[in-house]
């Protein structure tokens, strides 16, 4: 529970400080999940980055929802998109 919520966290920050779309969110992924916690390597943020361009929805979230369903299956990727979109929600 307490991954889930440091999930949560550190997507509800990249959420809050984002301006410019989904696309200005992805150098501010990488800092957070590739360099601070090494959650994923660069080739697997590339390859998630890649296959969300595909997919309908905002390129953030569902990148986000990548690295958390890699990080905790199911409910890893339901809090990354959480913590990606509560920001807007509130």
């Known amino acids: 529970m307490k991954e889930l919520l440091k ?9 809050a400080i984002t301006f410019g779309g989904g696309y ?8 957070g999940c590739v360099d601070k ?3 994923i390597t660069e080739e697997e943020l590339m ?5 969300s ?5 905002l390129i953030a979230v569902n990148v986000s ?5 890699k990080l905790k299956k199911l409910k890893g990727g ?4 959480l913590g990606c979109v ?3 929600i509130i």
Not at 24 to 31: E, G, N, S, V, Y
Not at 65 to 69: A, C, K, R
Not at 78 to 81: K, M, P, Q, W
């Open 7 to 15: 999930i949560y966290i550190e997507f509800f920050k990249m959420g």
């Open 24 to 31: 200005a969110m992805l150098p501010i992924l990488r800092r």
């Open 37 to 39: 916690h090494n959650w």
């Open 47 to 51: 390859d998630f980055y890649a296959v």
């Open 53 to 57: 361009q595909a997919l309908p929805g």
């Open 65 to 69: 929802v990548f690295i958390g369903y």
């Open 78 to 81: 339901i809090a990354a998109s």
């Open 86 to 88: 509560s920001p807007c």
